[in-house]
């Protein structure tokens, strides 16, 4: 029996367009008489809106499924355009995705692999002494042909993956091709600079320092997807001819991504996904590293130590993975933790003094050679709302933010680009090499008479560009938990909404909660925080169980 926790599209809801117009597309083919019509197109609409939820299933009573089944349209394989497996319906592509990705997953972990090395050449970088949860990770991915890496912020992933990297170079020689992935173009960009940051401080020998891998990409450039086409150039039939594949953020990649990842791994290579299955699941369908990590336990290694986190923080993000929204509710108003508080009336204006102070160092400094710098500053704070829209959203809190910053005579006050406004990346534009989430600067130029540019790091340099070449951008003042997943900084006041909204769930706090290195402020009645924490994101998938079931049958 299978049990599912909510029902995405209850009803008597109104079916959003798209659901409508899927629903009316396959009942024209249907087969099903009129009388039963109404419920065969409840289920396509329901199937719909579920999979624009991040759902890739929806349960069906069992009236329901005798109806629906009557349908020449559904079937029991994924050549079906619906598809019925146990008591779940499936859009048939969605069900290939999973019964595929469930099997190259298990071959994977059967996949027979050199072992050895597992215990040598530990001496840790950087001073880190490693505890038993990080040499547990180095042993599965010293000797499994998966392993999947989960840890919140600061518990030394990046510092492992560079010591794996090491030691898989020095047992297969410098000939061995290891590729880095990461979903999005920012996560990409981060894991380069961290790599790079942390091999740096390595000892090796000149052949093997050669072949240390220098650049991440992107999962859509790993398989060669081109921009506006959903097949990849490297598949099962032209797999990827890297040895070691490693997948930073993996939380964030979608169950049709993974599946073709997986069917482009060829047998024998080593698949090592990273992640913090606490936070967010993947803004497309499917919760497959949550799914992994409890299906697939031999090959997982859960890193729980913090070596760089606030401990107020990692107090607080414990109790919200706990559920335990009275104990965060204590912790934000009570005094044992000054570095994480419930935020006054006035908390706004807070925010407008930080904004005021950057724009004042924006002032001061002398050319792009004090540029890096003013990067760092602006990483010192940052506001993150649950909400795009609404009073206490993204939109409404840039809107306010940069009108006071008029009225105090720092701005100009008819919208056009300022000194130190902060800008974020909506959309990829691959001519630029921007991405989605990528955060700038408006900055002068002196090399250009001193005329405004938009300014990005990354790959140890800056680069700059017109602000009319910036096609697709948001004011950053303020911006989305979504959007900042992957990221930290200094000081993060965390905004939820007035009033209690689906959106608010315990992996949305989790992420924003654990975007702060030093401090945190919450916006937020009680009411709303505590609900927040209470509600959990059910992803309704059948990948977790199709493992578990594919291993029991051996």
């Not at 109404?38 to 719909?48: G, H, M, Q, S």
């Not at 964030?252 to 992640?275: E, F, Q, S, Y």
């Not at 938009?454 to 009319?468: A, N």
């Not at 909660?513 to 309704?540: F, K, Q």
Request: aromatic share 6%; glycine share 10%; charged share 25%.
């Amino acid at each position: 029996m299978i049990e599912f926790l909510a029902t995405p599209q209850q009803d008597g809801q109104e079916a959003a367009p798209l659901a409508r117009y899927m629903a009316a597309a396959l009942l024209r083919h249907s087969g099903i008489d009129a009388e039963r019509e109404p419920i065969f197109r409840k289920a396509v609409e329901r199937l719909t809106t579920a999979l624009a939820q991040g759902h890739t299933r929806i349960g069906l009573g069992a009236g329901e499924r005798e109806i629906i089944r009557t349908s020449p349209l559904v079937g029991e394989e994924a050549q079906a355009p619906l598809v019925l497996s146990d008591e779940a319906l499936y859009f048939g592509r969605y069900f290939r995705y999973e019964v595929e990705l469930a099997q190259a997953l298990l071959a994977m972990t059967k996949a027979p692999v050199a072992s050895g090395g597992a215990g040598a050449g530990l001496s840790a970088p950087a001073g880190l002494d490693y505890d038993r949860h990080q040499r547990q990770a180095i042993a599965i991915a010293m000797t499994r042909g998966l392993c999947i890496i989960s840890g919140g912020p600061g518990t030394g992933k990046t510092t492992l993956i560079v010591k794996i990297i090491q030691l898989l170079l020095e047992q297969y020689g410098p000939d061995l091709k290891i590729g880095l992935a990461a979903p999005t173009g920012k996560a990409a960009m981060r894991m380069n600079e961290s790599i790079h940051a942390q091999r740096d401080r390595l000892e090796l020998a000149e052949s093997l320092a050669d072949a240390f891998p220098g650049d991440a990409v992107t999962l859509h450039r790993l398989l060669g997807m081109a921009r506006f086409s959903s097949e990849p150039r490297y598949h099962a039939g032209n797999p990827l001819e890297y040895d070691v594949i490693v997948v930073d953020e993996a939380s964030m990649v979608d169950l049709a991504m993974m599946w073709r990842l997986a069917k482009a791994v060829k047998p024998g290579t080593r698949l090592i996904l990273i992640g913090d299955r606490d936070q967010l699941a993947s803004v497309e369908s499917g919760a497959v590293l949550a799914d992994c990590i409890d299906s697939l336990e031999d090959h997982v290694a859960r890193l729980e130590m913090s070596y760089r986190f606030n401990r107020s923080i990692a107090s607080l993000a414990e109790h919200i993975r706990n559920g335990d929204g009275g104990a965060v509710w204590s912790q934000l108003t009570g005094r044992e933790s000054p570095d994480v508080r419930h935020a006054g009336r006035n908390w706004l204006d807070d925010v407008y003094g930080r904004c005021e102070q950057f724009l004042r160092d924006v002032g001061k400094v002398q050319g792009p050679a004090d540029y890096p710098q003013l990067f760092r500053r602006f990483g010192e704070h940052m506001v993150l709302c649950a909400l795009r829209k609404g009073r206490s959203g993204v939109s409404e809190i840039n809107r306010r933010v940069e009108l006071r910053l008029a009225e105090r005579g720092l701005i100009p006050g008819d919208g056009s680009w300022y000194a130190g406004k902060p800008v974020m990346i909506s959309a990829n534009d691959h001519a630029l090499s921007l991405f989605n989430g990528d955060i700038g600067l408006c900055l002068p130029d002196p090399a250009a008479g001193g005329q405004l540019r938009v300014w990005f790091e990354g790959g140890g340099r800056l680069r700059q560009y017109p602000p009319g070449r910036i096609a697709a951008f948001e004011t950053a003042w303020a911006m989305t938990i979504h959007k900042a997943q992957g990221s930290e900084f200094g000081h993060v006041t965390l905004v939820l909404p007035d009033a209690d909204n689906q959106v608010l769930c315990r992996e949305l706090l989790y992420t924003g909660v654990t975007r702060a290195r030093r401090s945190l402020t919450m916006v937020a009645g009680e009411d709303i925080c505590v609900a927040g924490v209470s509600r959990r994101t059910n992803r309704h998938s059948g990948l977790a169980g199709r493992l578990n079931n594919q291993r029991a049958k051996g």
